[in-house]
């Protein structure tokens, strides 16, 4: 169940081009978050939250870390907020989180951008038993690179332009390994036109494979159906909502534009 509070920031870093690393402190959501969950952040002076996707849990201290780029005017006003103020969350928000096999299970992890990180729990759960697949406009926009090798996955590094890593899109490297290994599962978050194509790559191999979706939400608990997506189950197709229903799907559910 998701709760709403004003909670204080205590640590908070601008880690890249217009890119905001704040860490909050919420016992109670800390001990209820799951991994691919989100929440949703008012920002002063504007009537819809924001949502962000958490990308730390650290359930002994009680704390959250999100991710976010500053991209308008709600999320500059976010940035501008500093350590020992206070932030209005409602969260754990989202139905369905990812699924974690058990941790000797080989997974690949990939987040395209600011899809990234989501992903950071993923391979702290896998450790040495996974891959992660980064992938940036360029060298400029890279972030936790450091967080991701701390975990113990193998970590690939790919801009679009090779001002850092190897130059290349995700679907690149992920062809590339996936024709020398098999992984039990590929996790991905990102543009939609990255998932479509790793949820075509897995299906190919065989490979299980789970997207995390990322859609304009208004409420962020289902009441205003602005995030539907267009799924399939059982033969037939339905309107999922991904912030009730999601953000994480199976790939082979999900009908891509």
């Known amino acids: 169940m998701y709760r709403q509070g004003a909670y204080p920031i205590i ?16 016992p109670d959501i800390a001990a209820a978050a799951q991994c691919g969950q989100f929440m949703n952040i008012k920002a002063e002076g504007f009537m819809l939250r924001r949502p962000i996707s958490i990308c730390g849990i650290d359930r002994e ?24 103020e206070l932030i209005d969350i409602v969260a754990p928000l989202g139905g369905r989180g990812f699924t974690l096999l058990d941790k000797s299970a080989k997974a690949v992890i990939i987040g395209g951008g600011i899809g990234n990180p989501p992903m950071l729990p993923i391979a702290e759960h896998y450790g040495k038993n996974a891959v992660v697949i980064s992938g940036f406009r360029s060298a400029s926009a890279v972030i936790l690179q450091k967080d991701l090798a701390g975990t113990g996955a193998r970590v690939i590094l790919c801009t679009d ?32 036109v990255m998932l479509k194509r790793i949820a075509a790559q897995a299906a190919e191999a065989g490979i299980r494979c789970e997207v995390s979706l990322e859609e304009r939400m208004g409420c962020g608990v289902g009441g205003c159906l602005v995030c539907a997506c267009r799924t399939i189950r059982n033969g037939e197709e339905y309107y999922a909502h ?16």
């Open 11 to 26: 640590s908070k870093n601008i880690i890249a081009a217009n890119t905001c690393d704040l860490t909050i402190l919420c």
């Open 61 to 84: 201290k009680g704390t959250l870390r999100i991710i976010f780029e500053i991209r308008g005017k709600g999320t500059k006003a976010l940035s501008a907020l500093s350590e020992g």
């Open 161 to 192: 332009d090779g001002t850092a890593g190897r130059k290349g899109f995700v679907t690149d490297a992920l062809s590339e390994l996936i024709c020398n290994e098999t992984p039990d599962i590929i996790y991905a978050c990102g543009p939609s």
């Open 242 to 257: 991904v912030c009730k229903d999601g953000p994480v799907f199976p790939a082979e559910e999900v009908l891509f534009e």
